[in-house]
């Protein structure tokens, strides 16, 4: 992997930054930019390195954010116990869904992860004893923890921003791992790594459930950052707005999906400013990116760092 | 030839309406061996059901290291401690050099001999050029990778299909000399080769393949290159 200690230090400079100096605005799209990030940076696990191109890993982030809406709200649960449940809930159903998968390929991957997530989806507004159907389940707020009030903006967006990176530099370190190796290949040529001794399937379906985790934590930070759980986040459009984010910075890099999402969130802040119809003029932009640059804005400027590397050794 | 590694026991084989193997029986020891022929003759029919991939509907036993390896997955199979080399050579491009090692490496029937330094020794050429990616580098260091690759799997057994196709001679002999050294360390080898001077120089003995049977049977080193068999089943004279 090439060096990207200068894109960590940048990056933690930033995130220490933005709720020093950004306004109010500016530090809950920085929130909501997190939180994507971490379900885009699921959706690339499997799509970078498998080639599984995932329509169901919003659902998951939507299950374990229902699971604390419920408990939480309907059963009073305590946020200490509200927490790792709705984690492990979502990493159940990412069980289920791993054992359904593990065997599809591509398309049939995709077309059954959007079955599942459909099915979710349906699930989260017609079980309205549970779930409070389309109006959702309000007054989700974070503890109080040692007198530290969590639902100030800016002390989320701290906790969020640990969590966060601490999730990327584990995939980081995942994506070097052997592990990380094994899928690339098997994404390259599975029969190759069965004849070479790997237990292909079971690679697989530990890198989907690794995925569905990521993307249930991330779950748990869209709760309680909107104080309301509804169908909406489990809908096709949030999981079609995850794969355009982390296709359009690079699904095969680690840092794009997160470059993606930061862009789209930007784009949508700016463009809404001037016209009301921002989600043409951000759909043209996609467009041309995609057009231009089909592996994501990140290889294009590691394509260009590699370059400049490579002029700069021909000059010395 | 105390015990054999490989034991394939009136092995029949069919691939939907084509009956590609015909009641072969094959035993390689702690030896290398060579299986010859023209193209289409089934060779490489018979390593891959050897390796458990796309069975086809065979009858008749193949024993790998004493286990009955039909219907079994083809990882199981290789974690028996069975290291493959495909025709032609079959890399990831995504995957540099030594990271190829890296991700195959582990520990097998003999132990821990085969590390990733151990690979760049036997081919140093290769040890040069490890950060490069397998789509990278040149067809010689392709086959020394992939020879590479099954090899830090620290194999008992060694398959290969056709590893010297497209090198030059000199690559060509070094390759020959390699698997000769490994089998005699104890590796049992089976060569699928064309080239009759590389299978020369590395196997023992051969066997000969024509249209799914085996039809000659080479007991020693001279057997193998006679003119009179060279010509009949490879079209080639020594």
Not at chain 1, 149 to 178: C, E, H, K
Not at chain 2, 107 to 130: I, K
Not at chain 2, 200 to 211: K, N, P, S, T, V
């Amino acid at each position: 992997m090439r060096n990207d200690t200068p894109i960590i230090i940048g990056l933690i400079a930033v995130l220490l930054l933005w709720p020093l100096v950004m306004g109010d605005y500016a530090v809950s799209q920085g929130n909501r930019a997190m939180i994507y990030a971490l379900m885009a940076l699921s959706f690339s696990v499997l799509a970078g390195r498998l080639g599984w191109f995932s329509l169901c890993q919003t659902s998951f982030a939507g299950i374990s954010g229902y699971t604390v809406a419920i408990l939480g709200v309907k059963y009073g649960w305590p946020a200490g116990a509200v927490i790792p449940t709705a984690i492990l809930v979502a990493v159940a159903f990412a069980v289920v869904f791993g054992l359904l998968t593990v065997r599809s390929r591509k398309v049939s991957f995709l077309m059954l992860t959007l079955a599942l997530g459909q099915m979710v989806w349906a699930l989260s507004f017609q079980w309205v004893d549970m779930t409070g159907g389309y109006n959702g389940i309000s007054g989700i707020r974070m503890p109080m923890v040692l007198g530290i009030n969590f639902n100030d903006d800016r002390i989320f967006f701290a906790l969020l921003a640990v969590v966060t990176l601490l999730m990327f530099l584990g995939v980081r370190r995942l994506y070097q791992s052997r592990f990380g190796l094994l899928l690339l290949g098997i994404q390259e040529n599975e029969e190759r790594m069965r004849a070479l001794g790997h237990p292909v399937y079971l690679a697989r379906f530990v890198a989907f459930v690794l995925a569905g985790a990521i993307a249930a934590v991330a779950g748990v930070f869209l709760v309680f950052d909107m104080g309301i759980m509804s169908p909406s986040p489990l809908g096709l459009d949030h999981a079609v707005w995850v794969l355009t984010a982390a296709v359009l910075g690079g699904y095969r890099t680690l840092w794009g999906p997160a470059l993606g999402v930061v862009i789209l969130v930007a784009l949508e802040a700016l463009v809404s400013q001037f016209t009301d119809r921002h989600t043409m003029v951000i759909g043209l932009v996609l467009l041309l990116c995609i057009l231009l640059m089909p592996r994501g804005l990140a290889e294009v400027f590691g394509q260009f760092r590699n370059r400049k590397a490579k002029s700069a050794t021909a000059s010395s | 030839m105390a015990e054999p590694i490989i034991e394939v026991t009136g092995l029949d084989a069919h691939y939907g309406l084509s009956h590609a193997l015909h009641d072969l029986h094959l035993q390689v020891g702690r030896e290398c061996v060579a299986l010859m022929g023209r193209n289409g003759v089934g060779k490489t029919t018979l390593a891959r059901a050897l390796l458990g991939l796309t069975p086809p509907r065979a009858a008749g036993t193949i024993r790998v290291f004493g286990t009955d390896v039909q219907g079994m997955s083809p990882h199981r199979i290789a974690r028996l401690g069975v290291g493959y080399v495909p025709q032609g050579r079959r890399l990831f491009p995504s995957l540099t050099v030594d990271e190829h090692l890296r991700l195959n490496l582990r520990a097998g029937p003999t132990g821990e001999a085969w590390t990733v330094e151990a690979v760049y020794d036997l081919f140093p050429s290769l040890g040069q050029r490890r950060k490069s990616f397998g789509n990278q580098i040149s067809g010689g260091e392709r086959s020394m990778l992939a020879i590479g690759r099954a090899l830090v799997t620290n194999p008992g057994c060694l398959i290969l299909d056709e590893p010297t196709e497209g090198l030059a001679p000199s690559v060509v002999e070094t390759v020959a000399q390699g698997l000769r050294d490994l089998s005699q360390g104890g590796v049992a080898v089976l060569l699928i080769e064309q080239n009759v001077k590389a299978a020369a120089m590395a196997a023992d003995r051969a066997y000969f393949m024509a249209e799914g049977h085996i039809v000659h049977e080479a007991t020693d080193k001279a057997a193998m290159t006679d003119d009179e068999v060279l010509g009949k089943y490879l079209g080639v004279s020594a």
